[in-house]
């Protein structure tokens, strides 16, 4: 079946603009969450999103990062202000509720900040 | 914060079995060991877990400790395609929403 997909691939902006990013989970799969990977590194936690419940933000480096989740389903990843730093690889990951162990990530959005 | 230990990297034959060692000293008695896998330009992929018995699936066999400080994951015939960064993470099972990667072992399987 269909797997976790992102857009874009790839986003090349200038410093101070703003991005989004977009996130389809599979169907059926209620937890969703995002990270980052900067080159040469390895993922950083950034949100999660559970069902109805508050997301856990603890992860988000800083308040130019938000994201959304309307109706369950498709969330939006918004990077205000962008800075060089933010430059990296940004993953979405999704999973059955109550099976948080396994999680299915998406191929990633590769954003370029200039 | 990584709680793993990980070689940078590792070389394996074609067609031989990649042994990943992974040390996670520090492991508590409620965390799980985890192994996840990047193939290049794609996202992490999971490929096993345990709690303290071994385990096997069809990807890989995952051999822990009987202290459960360090672990081994199997690719008991490498292929050319399971050339990838290899991450070993632990985690409790509930309660716990994210992972937390190093930077993992990048295996190169050898023709």
């Known amino acids: 079946g269909a797997g976790v997909s992102q857009s874009p691939s790839n986003k090349v902006t200038e410093k101070g603009k703003d991005v989004e990013l977009r996130c389809d989970p599979i169907s059926g799969h209620t937890a969703l969450y995002w990270y980052r990977q900067s080159l040469g590194q390895g993922l950083e936690f950034l949100i999660y999103f559970q069902g109805n419940s508050a997301p856990d933000k603890s992860g988000l480096p800083s308040d130019r990062f938000s994201a959304e989740r309307t109706g369950g389903s498709v969330s939006t990843l918004t990077i205000q202000r962008t800075q060089q730093e933010d430059s990296a690889v940004y993953l979405c990951?999704?999973?059955?509720?109550?099976?948080?162990?396994?999680?299915?990530f998406g191929p990633g959005t590769r954003l370029t900040v200039t | 914060d990584a709680k793993t230990t990980q070689p940078p990297s590792m070389d394996c034959a074609e067609g031989r079995a990649a042994n990943l060692p992974c040390n996670h000293s520090t492991i508590s008695g409620n965390e799980y060991v985890y192994w996840y896998r990047q193939i290049h330009s794609q996202g992490p992929q999971y490929i096993i877990h345990g709690l303290k018995n071994n385990e096997t699936n069809e990807m890989a066999s995952l051999i822990i400790t009987e202290d459960r400080k360090s672990s081994t994951l199997i690719l008991p015939h490498a292929t050319l395609r399971d050339t990838a960064v290899y991450y070993c993470i632990v985690r409790v099972d509930t309660g716990a929403n994210n992972l937390f990667f190093g930077t993992g072992t990048r295996l190169t399987v050898i023709p």
């Open positions: 990951a999704s999973s059955f509720r109550g099976d948080e162990r396994e999680q299915y």
